[in-house]
Every structure is written in C-alpha cells, then in structure tokens.
C-alpha cells in the first residue's frame, strides 16, 4: 500500500532560519507526492506536488520540497521561516486504487512553530 | 475564484440523530472526494465521486455513512443513527479530474461533535 510516514509530531524554529519538515514514502511503482498546510479551523490548503521531472519542486508561500529516490524521502523546505509559517503541515501520496480515483493516503502532520 | 465550501462549518448532535453535510465543489471539478480527519490524525479517505455516480466508497466505516451527488456538483454526506465516534472533522475536496496527478482543493471542513 502506498504511504508517508512523518517522523517528527513537532519542529520549532526561529524566524528567519531555514526549516525543514520531513517526510518519506513507501510505494510499489512511482511516486505521486504532496504537501499540504493547515491552519487552525482551516481546510488544508495545497502547496505543491512531485509527480516527475526535476527533484526540487518549487510551491507556495516559498516553499519548495526536495524529491529523493535513493532515501524515499520528499522533505519540505524553506531557506527563511516566518511566524505566519506556524501551522500543521501534512505529507500525502496517491494510492494506487484508480477506482477511488487515486485518493491521497496522508501522513499524521507535523506542527511546524515559528518563534519570533 | 470561489473555491470548495461546506456547510455547517460546526454540527453538534445527539447520540442516535441523523445528520446531512454539504460540499460544494469548485465549479467545472468532476472528482469529488469526501476524507475524515480525527483529532491528530491525518485525513482519511471515505469515498469518491467521478460525476454522479459513486465510484468508490470502500472507505465508508459502515452502512449508516452514505453520501450523493445526484447532479454532479453538489454531495450530501449523510450519516444515519450517529455515535459518539462519529466525531471527527469531515472534509470535502474536489478535482479537475481523478487521475492522480491533479491536486485536490479542500473545503474549510464540517466539525462534528456527537454527544
């Protein structure tokens, strides 16, 4: 079955720094991977996938993920963190089912903290 | 543009009651998915809709969970006869279409508590 695994419940950062939210994947086939960012008692609000081509994807909000297929790891990125930044971040993968049309299998989410 | 509403943003209800969620999907999106996200817990998948019809609903926890779409725009999940562990923030997300490579745009959710 095709999942994500976040290994980290909580990261905390200081704004400015740069931040990483981690992620990996276990699939049979090819990846299809995506980030997705929740605010409180908000949807979750899509910031960018993996499905080929070059291994640094570029997303909202200046986000960017770096696919690696040696790791089977698409960690989230971003060189300088904000306050705003501060929410739950989900790492998600398509299924393999097309009848179901491919929903997303999702990780637990992370709860990215930004400190001023 | 408009994007993926749902209504009621909160439902509190009794053990037992009966309960309807509405989702409206962005306009022109013919996949419709309907996910369950318990407290800590990423969403998980309930069912999906390719049109009208239900392609997919292997997700549905049991036979009180059943949802339409009868004109291919707007769903109804309904939840029948609702236990206390029901509760659980249900969320809508829609689709340019169902192949895989296209992201899905989720609504802000319904929250439901059941007491």
């Known amino acids: 079955a095709q999942s994500v695994a976040q290994p980290e419940d909580q990261v905390n950062v200081a704004e400015g720094n740069p931040l990483t939210v981690k992620c990996t994947y276990s699939v049979s086939g090819n990846p299809y991977l995506f980030w997705y960012v929740q605010y409180p008692n908000r949807g979750l609000q899509f910031l960018l996938k993996y499905i080929t081509g070059d291994n640094l994807v570029k997303g909202s909000y200046g986000f960017e993920a770096e696919f690696n297929k040696s790791q089977t790891s698409f960690h989230l990125k971003k060189p300088s963190a904000l306050v705003s930044d501060s929410a739950l971040y989900f790492c998600a993968v398509r299924g393999s089912n097309s009848n179901s049309g491919y929903a997303l299998n999702f990780g637990k989410g992370t709860s990215l903290l930004v400190t001023p | ?115």
């Open chain 2, 1 to 115: 543009g408009a994007g993926v509403s749902q209504t009621p943003s909160n439902k509190v209800t009794e053990k037992g009651k009966y309960v309807e969620l509405r989702c409206d999907p962005i306009s022109g999106h013919t996949a419709l998915y309907w996910y369950r996200q318990s407290l800590g817990q990423g969403p998980e998948f309930l069912i999906y809709f390719q049109g009208t019809g239900a392609a997919d609903d292997s997700g549905l926890p049991n036979d009180r969970f059943f949802a339409v779409r009868p004109e291919g725009s707007v769903s109804t999940l309904k939840i029948q006869r609702t236990e206390r562990g029901d509760s659980a923030v249900y969320l809508c997300a829609s689709s340019v279409g169902g192949g895989g490579s296209y992201e899905q745009y989720f609504g802000p959710g319904t929250r439901l508590t059941v007491t």
